[in-house]
Structures are given as C-alpha cells and as structure tokens.
Nanobody, 125 residues
Framework: QVQLVESGGGLVQAGGSLRLSCAASGRTFSSYAMGWFRQAPGKEREFVAA????????YSADSVKGRFTISRDNAKNTGYLQMNSLKPEDTAVYYC??????????????????WGQGTLVTVSS
C-alpha cells in the first residue's frame, strides 16, 4: 500500500507562495488518484484539489481556483500543490490523500485509502 508524507509547509506573508510536496512510498503510486485537503483551526476538513492517476483530470475548489495548482510527477512518486497569492484564510493543516478512485477524492469521501500526516501552512496578514 502507498504511504504519504507531506512537506513544504511554513509561515508566509499574505500574497506569497509555497509549494507543498506529497512523497509516496511504494511502486504503485501511479495507479492512485491524489488529492489535497485542508483543515483550519476549529473548522471541518475541506477539499482543495484532486488529480487523476495519470494527471489528465484535475479539479479544484472554487476558493483556490486561479491561485493553487495541483500536479504530480509519477516518475518521482510525488504530488505537488503550488499555492500562489496566499491569503490569511488559507491558514490550515494541509493533507494529501490517495485513492484508486478519482471520483471518491473529488467527492471528499472521508474513507479515502491513504492519508498523509499533514503539514501546517500559516499565512500572516
């Protein structure tokens, strides 16, 4: 089974950029769809973006469209979330998740197959 480790979080000023990485172990990462989710303090986890196993299908939440870009490099077993024009309301713990079903990730199904441990992004005003 795939295991996921996020990195790249940190403190950034509003308007700045960060790139999150999601490193996957195992040789089957390319058969998994991947998604990014976030959870702000005191709020429920919310969907951010999804990408299909081959990278051809991408979907993003309205709140991040035009600012965040999801991508993946299956040769490196790594997924990415490029975050530009960050806002204080983007402050959250960001999680990557993987599942054999792209539809399940888009639907933000709670029981996705694999979750990372999360990385904290803090955007100061």
């Amino acid at each position: 089974q795939v295991q996921l480790v996020e990195s790249g979080g940190g403190l950034v000023q509003a308007g700045g950029s960060l790139r999150l990485s999601c490193a996957a172990s195992g040789r089957t990462f390319s058969s998994y769809a991947m998604g990014w989710f976030r959870q702000a303090p005191g709020k429920e986890r919310e969907f951010v973006a999804a990408i299909s196993a081959g990278g051809l299908r991408i979907y993003s939440a309205d709140s991040v469209k035009g600012r965040f870009t999801i991508s993946r490099d299956n040769a490196k077993n790594t997924g990415y979330l490029q975050m530009n024009s960050l806002k204080p309301e983007d402050t959250a713990v960001y999680y990557c998740a993987a599942d054999k079903s792209y539809s399940r990730i888009r639907a933000s199904v709670a029981s996705l197959e694999v979750w990372g441990q999360g990385t904290l992004v803090t955007v100061s005003s």
